[in-house]
């Protein structure tokens, strides 16, 4: 930022205090502001942008569709902790399973399956558990109650999962609401 070239002035006892007046009464915090203030000019800096977490745009699986595959971790065994590797393990394989038409989750995406999906994996566990889905117990060891989940809402995950053909513009913000 380039600071302006600043100039003194002489000022008469009068023409001070009819600027400390003008002061109080505009609120200026300054001289300069003041006599700003008096000639019309707009001193005010414009606010610097707040910048929120910059997050890189996913070019890959939807989210519901992990959240998905992530929560039918535990359909066959309801009551056993998971590891993160058997976590990604399950999902892996939920994405590599083909459909009727051959289609994957993982061939339709195939750099970002090689390149982002433990990490996103990883981010949508915590996504989950901050959602009341599922419970970090212990660093890596995840645990989920199925009373969480109505029926309902397990036919859901399983449509989600086994009958809904893989394809680009599938758009699902929410699959389930938060506990």
């Known amino acids: 930022m380039v600071d302006k070239k600043q100039i003194p002035i002489q000022l008469d006892a009068e023409t001070k205090a009819a600027l400390d007046k003008h002061q109080k009464v505009s609120g ?3 001289y300069k502001q003041a006599i700003a203030n008096l000639l019309g000019i707009d001193t005010t800096k414009p606010k610097a942008k707040k910048t929120k977490g910059v997050y890189k745009e996913h070019k890959g699986v939807p989210a519901s ?6 929560l039918r971790c535990w359909e066959l065994e309801r009551i056993r902790d998971k590891s993160r590797a058997e976590i990604i393990h399950s ?3 939920a994405l590599e399973k083909p459909y009727p038409t051959g289609t994957t ?4 995406y195939p750099r970002w399956y090689k390149e982002s999906l433990d990490d996103y994996i990883n981010d949508r566990l915590q996504s ?5 889905f599922i419970v970090n117990k212990s660093k890596g060891i995840w645990f989920m109650k199925w009373s969480t989940i109505t029926q309902d809402e397990e036919k859901f995950l399983r ?4 009958v809904h053909e893989p394809h680009k513009q599938l758009n699902i913000p929410v699959i389930l609401r938060d506990r």
């Not at 569709?65 to 992530?70: G, R, T, V, Y």
């Not at 989950?128 to 009341?132: F, T, W, Y």
């Not at 449509?159 to 086994?162: A, H, I, K, P, Q």
């Open 91 to 93: 999902v892996k394989e």
């Open 105 to 108: 989750w993982a061939s339709l």
């Open 159 to 162: 449509f989600l999962m086994e």
């Open 65 to 70: 569709i992990i959240d998905a595959a992530i």
């Open 28 to 30: 200026s915090k300054s």
């Open 128 to 132: 989950l558990k901050r959602k009341g």
